[in-house]
T-cell receptor, first 121, second 112 residues
Framework: GAVVSQHPSWVICKSGTSVKIECRSL??????MFWYRQFPKQSLMLMAT?????????EQGVEKDKFLINHASLTLSTLTVTSAHPEDSSFYIC?????????????????FGDGTRLSIL | RKEVEQDPGPFNVPEGATVAFNCTYS??????FFWYRQDCRKEPKLLMS???SGNEDGRFTAQLNRASQYISLLIRDSKLSDSATYLC?????????????FGGGTRVLVKP
């Protein structure tokens, strides 16, 4: 089945550090990738949607200058948490979707990465 | 009001018993519905899609009630390995494509 790899799986760093998280689709080309955040005992919240080669679309309340998203290729998207602070500590999960455009647009299912646990001290 | 609401539980279930729980959604334009399973500190994994006619996958049965805007999941003959958080997920169309909205999850604990 479709596999999405996320790296690193766990990060602990000091306040003020910038942290980059990678999301790769290993066996398919992801036309759209999504970044979610999940705080303890809460639901996954969509942060942003990114399409290859274009700017990400951020959800309301998510600072685009704080959470930089780059989707430079069909298999890789990165999320950089700039100048991270303790309140940014969370579980960050990406998902990737392959959409078919030939013969009419058709969305594929979302495949999730295994998440990155970010702890800011 | 949250877009997707679930009873957080936990539902403590004896092994072999049946457990069922619901999820309500507020957006009447929602198009697709799913149940995901999430184990502790892991990513969510698709359990099953939910169709209007209801559908069954082994010990799992999902139902959709559009009139009352809820979906349900029933687990028969519960196994210890069924212990997890079950996430109700609703999809609706936005300009950027279908957006998935996750409920807060229902925690199920199956005990021997």
């Amino acid at each position: 089945g479709a596999v999405v790899s996320q790296h690193p799986s766990w990060v602990i760093c000091k306040s003020g550090t910038s942290v980059k998280i990678e999301c790769r689709s290993l066996d398919f080309q992801a036309t759209t990738m999504f970044w979610y955040r999940q705080f303890p005992k809460q639901s996954l919240m969509l942060m942003a949607t990114s399409n290859e080669g274009s700017k990400a679309t951020y959800e309301q309340g998510v600072e685009k200058d704080k959470f930089l998203i780059n989707h430079a290729s069909l298999t890789l998207s990165t999320l950089t948490v700039t100048s991270a602070h303790p309140e940014d500590s969370s579980f960050y999960i990406c998902s990737a979707r392959m959409d078919r455009k030939g013969g009419g647009f058709r969305e594929g299912p979302q495949h999730f990465g295994d998440g990155t646990r970010l702890s800011i001290l | 009001r949250k877009e997707v609401e679930q009873d957080p539980g936990p539902f403590n279930v004896p092994e072999g018993a049946t457990v069922a729980f619901n999820c309500t959604y507020s957006n009447s334009a929602s198009q697709s519905f799913f149940w995901y399973r999430q184990d502790c500190r892991k990513e969510p994994k698709l359990l099953m899609s939910v169709y209007s006619s209801g559908n069954e996958d082994g010990r799992f049965t999902a139902q959709l009630n559009r009139a009352s805007q809820y979906i349900s999941l029933l687990i028969r003959d519960s196994k210890l390995s069924d212990s997890a958080t079950y996430l109700c997920v609703v999809s609706h169309l936005k300009a950027a494509g279908n957006k998935l909205t996750f409920g807060g999850g229902t925690r199920v604990l199956v005990k021997p």
